[in-house]
């Protein structure tokens, strides 16, 4: 049996939190054995609540740390290049939180750096990493909804209720733009795993609110063109004055749909479910909205319900054994080509093919 992997924790804000889970639970597949922050109080109160000793405000002290395999990349998104390519030539893999970098070269440099050093590089997308979706992966590919024709999704949320102005998000230059490159992203990637990759794009943005600077939108809008023909269309938002949830999406499909909607005022629920196997069709007009079934999760491969220890798990078994993850850097760079994509179509307002996306 492989031991556990070593891992340091890079970055010890909010997000950091929900990564401890996994070494705790799981401590014959992870063991954190450093953190670092440049902010020694910050990574001071990570390492007291892991019971880890080591702790740097260098990041390259950290790498040079005895018996560190890997690293987990928590920090600001203007970072996650330059130390995901420093991880990588120095032999260690790498786990960095979403969005994988600002832009579409910085990606690349930290594919081309990955692929030298023969290491694993992995980004943080834990909505692929949840049952629930799963579960909506699994009824897409066994046909049990036909061919895939549309998809909608929101990704809303009131970043000046929940942050103080001057917090690193609402600067375009450190987070790599607003709302959609920060809280869209996620499910721009989770509808590329469950329905494919998006083709082209077509793309608003505004900013709306003086918190947000240099270039960083709170509202956007998109129309995404899918390979496989289907139509989707993308509301987001970083100054929603009242919400009845964060994020929802529906995949309407040749003989079913998905629809997955929080419960009011929440920002969690399970998926929903209507399909021709289940009932057929809805007749008459009220009948076209009712047959809504619950979708099973499939936790198949994935060891609890929390995605943030599943994609942590599911990365120290693709280091110990060379698998490709799920969500690879290979992978995950067509998602920020969507991300990109959406930006370039705002500045250019033309419809931007993804397949001739230069990096700049």
């Known amino acids: 049996m492989a031991r556990a992997l070593r891992v340091g924790l890079v970055g010890c804000g909010g997000i950091s939190g929900g990564h401890l889970t996994a070494f705790a639970e799981f401590p014959d597949k992870l063991e954190l054995v450093a953190v670092c922050d440049i902010d020694r109080a910050a990574a001071q109160r990570r390492a007291q609540q892991a019971g880890v ?124 733009g607003g709302v959609v490159i920060s809280v869209a992203v996620h499910r721009i990637d989770l509808l590329r795993m469950l329905v494919g990759d998006v083709r082209r794009v077509s793309a608003v943005c505004r900013t709306r609110r003086a918190e947000f600077v240099n270039g960083a939108e709170d509202y956007a809008a998109a129309l995404l063109e899918f390979g496989n023909g289907a139509v989707g269309e993308m509301f987001a938002t970083y100054s929603g004055y009242r919400m009845p949830w964060s994020q929802q999406f529906m995949i309407f499909g040749q003989h079913g749909a998905v629809h997955a909607v929080p419960p009011l005022g929440t920002d969690a629920g399970p998926a929903l479910v209507a399909s021709s196997c289940r009932g057929g069709a809805g007749q008459g007009w009220a009948g076209q909205f009712t047959g809504f079934v619950p979708v099973e999760p499939d936790r198949t491969e ?17 280091c110990q054994t060379g698998a490709e993850p799920l969500s690879s850097g290979r992978d995950n760079v067509e998602t920020m080509k969507v991300v990109f994509g959406i930006y370039e179509s705002a500045r250019s307002g033309q419809p931007v093919e993804l397949a001739g996306l230069r990096a700049t």
């Open 53 to 176: 000793e080591a702790v740097y405000t260098d990041f390259r002290r950290l790498l040079a740390h005895p018996g560190v395999d890997a690293v987990d990349l928590c920090t600001t998104h203007d970072t996650h290049a330059a130390l995901a390519v420093a991880a990588s030539e120095a032999g260690r893999h790498v786990l960095v939180e979403k969005p994988m970098a600002c832009s579409l070269a910085q990606c690349q440099d930290m594919l081309r750096a990955a692929a030298l050093s023969g290491v694993t590089l992995m980004v943080a997308q834990c909505e692929r990493y949840q049952p629930r979706y799963r579960g909506v992966r699994r009824l897409i590919r066994e046909g049990e909804l036909g061919m895939i024709h549309a998809v909608r999704f929101d990704s809303m949320q009131n970043l000046p209720a929940f942050l103080p102005p001057g917090h690193w998000l609402y600067d375009g230059q450190r987070a790599g």
């Open 302 to 318: 994935l060891p609890t319900d929390d995605g943030f220890v599943n994609e942590l798990v599911h990365f120290a078994e693709c």
